[in-house]
């Protein structure tokens, strides 16, 4: 099984290495591949050194799977060529999401919709991942009508600059800058551009993106995103209005039985889902449950997850994993 990782001196490429020797993944070849000003670069594997390589010479390598995390434009020009060479490309930018022809994947929703023919497989948006980890189990009992999400979205889901960024501002050192404004102590209720209706491209992932995962455009999602000083894990406030009445001891053994999900729900003793400990986790952490007295068959809860692992690097090599024991490659 030989493995190419397009983009991988990237934080998301760098954390696809991390995860795959972590999970054992059964390769038996790896392909690194980044930008030009990259190639010939080492890097480390499993305490192996790999030296990274052009698209070309990846493709002449002849992996089974190529996990690609270097920007929509890239995966636009290359994804195909890499698939036109029998190649099954798991793509982690926005790139092939809404591609009718392209499947949408979350290994624990709707990995059973995939085929051999799907050569150009769709990871989905960091914060639709963990948001429809926990919806999706909820929706099948009690029929989801509407979600109002807020996020409170990492630094790192910007990339590297932003990163630096932050730590620079909290340094008191002026470098570059990754947002228009300040980011420490601050919040930017904005995460990528302005569409035509006023909301950001990352609103309507949230939007879109569930609808396609979970099979159902009838759910109403509108989204808020916000961009908060905070390094490994994004947050959630989502409200759920259902169709049908449910118990919140219900909800309760329905999330804690479900593969992926953590629920740390205990008020009594202040216990409920943070960043700072999903920071480096595969799993999506869930908590704040309780009615919303406001109006009937309504939810709140809170979600939190480490976008560059289930929200990017997990999630896709968990659709490799299910590939692989589908007997799909």
């Given at each position: 099984m030989k493995i190419a990782v397009v983009g991988a001196t990237g934080l998301v490429g760098t954390k696809m290495l991390e995860v795959l020797a972590e999970r054992n993944f059964p390769l038996t070849d790896l392909i690194l591949v980044a930008s030009e000003k990259s190639v010939g670069k080492e890097l480390e594997y499993n305490g192996k050194k790999y030296k990274v390589c052009s698209m070309d010479d990846a493709i002449a390598g002849k992996p089974q799977i190529a996990l690609f995390s270097a920007g929509g434009s890239t995966s636009i020009e290359w994804a195909s060529k890499f698939a036109e060479a029998g190649i099954t490309v798991i793509d982690n930018s926005s790139a092939w999401r809404m591609d009718d022809s392209k499947k949408l994947i979350v290994p624990e929703i709707n990995a059973q919709e995939l085929k051999a023919t799907d050569k150009i497989i769709a990871n989905p948006n960091c914060s639709t991942i963990q948001m429809v980890v926990a919806l999706n189990p909820l929706h099948k009992k009690y029929k989801i009508k509407r979600v109002v999400v807020s996020t409170y979205q990492s630094v790192t889901g910007t990339g590297v600059k932003a990163v630096n960024q932050l730590m620079n501002e909290r340094a008191g050192i002026e470098?570059?800058?990754?947002?228009?404004?300040?980011?420490?102590?601050?919040?930017?209720?904005?995460?990528?551009?302005?569409?035509?209706?006023?909301?950001t491209k990352e609103e309507m992932k949230l939007v879109n993106e569930t609808k396609k995962i979970m099979s159902d455009d009838s759910i109403r999602v509108t989204a808020t995103t916000v961009r908060v000083p905070v390094i490994g894990g994004h947050s959630e406030s989502v409200n759920i209005e259902f169709e049908n009445e449910f118990e919140v001891k219900g909800i309760f053994e329905i999330l804690k039985t479900t593969k992926g999900i953590v629920v740390q729900d205990d008020i009594a003793n202040q216990v409920y889902p943070m960043p700072l400990n999903a920071h480096?986790?595969?799993?999506?952490?869930v908590g704040r449950i309780r009615r919303d007295e406001s109006q009937p068959k309504t939810l709140n809860m809170w979600i939190v997850s480490d976008n560059l692992r289930k929200g990017a690097a997990t999630n896709a090599i968990q659709i490799a994993e299910y590939l692989i024991e589908a007997k799909l490659i």
């Open positions: 470098g570059e800058m990754a947002y228009k404004y300040k980011i420490d102590l601050n919040v930017i209720p904005q995460i990528d551009v302005f569409t035509e209706n006023g909301y480096d986790k595969d799993a999506v952490f």
